[in-house]
């Protein structure tokens, strides 16, 4: 039960856009499309993002897409806006039924 | 609407044991995959336990053998009874409803302190 493995940091100006890579293996994040991304800003819960590699749920800003491609899922933020900056996770479903977070990563909009 | 209210922590020595409880309103738990996810100080989100609707459960392999996941359908309720506790359990513990294999719901988090 392996981490997924994302950067520890990005970072942008407002306006532009950034992308969050999130690698795993053949058994979690190339194995199913049940790859999630949340958001997490400080001393709050985890918000959901982006579900099933690509979908967004209701109420959340179409400036946020997801993509996987082989391993690797990525998030990917346009527009980039000020409060975007958060601590960003995916997460995966295994082939063992169990789940799986990245190890996260800070977004700093410059 | 949905809510998740988390209960039950607190400061417990070494080797002591817990139960944390998260009360459900706006859906129903036992209908639902259900989820415990913590996130230690300062660190990122470790999963750690789901049930399923079907009564199956599943752990990560950092707290099986010692920590076991139920619910109550009476109370609308999940529980986490956590056993052996060391310090690295330390963390905010969330539950977290995993239906569709995503956590679209989560609770606001109860701190977990192991500590002598």
């Known amino acids: 039960q392996s981490a997924l493995t994302q950067p520890a940091s990005v970072s942008g100006s407002p306006g532009q856009s950034i992308t969050i890579s999130c690698t795993g293996t053949s058994s979690d994040v190339g194995g199913y499309n049940y790859v999630s991304w949340y958001q997490q800003h400080p001393g709050k819960a985890p918000k959901l993002m982006i579900y099933d590699v690509s979908k967004r749920p209701s109420g959340v800003s179409n400036r946020f897409s997801g993509s996987k491609s082989g391993n690797t899922a990525s998030l990917t933020i346009s527009g980039l806006q000020a409060e975007d900056e958060a601590d960003y996770y995916c997460?995966?479903?295994?082939?063992?039924?169990?789940?799986?977070f990245g190890g996260g990563t800070k977004l700093t909009v410059l | 609407e949905v809510q998740l209210v988390e209960s039950g922590g607190g400061l417990v020595q070494p080797g002591g044991s817990l139960r944390l409880s998260c009360a459900a309103s706006?859906?129903?738990?036992?209908?639902?995959?259900m989820s415990w996810v913590r996130q230690a100080p300062g660190k990122g989100l470790e999963w750690v336990s789901v049930i399923y609707s079907g009564g199956s459960t599943y752990y990560a392999d950092s707290v099986k053998g010692r920590f076991t996941i139920s619910r109550d359908n009476s109370k609308n309720t999940l529980y986490l009874q956590m056993n052996s506790l060391r310090a690295e359990d330390t963390a905010v513990y969330y539950c977290?409803?995993?239906?569709?294999?995503?956590?679209?719901?989560w609770g606001q988090g109860t701190l977990v302190t192991v500590s002598s």
């Open positions: 706006g859906f129903t738990v036992s209908s639902n995959y």
């Open positions: 997460s995966s479903y295994t082939s063992s039924s169990t789940r799986v």
């Open positions: 977290a409803r995993d239906q569709g294999l995503n956590f679209g719901y």
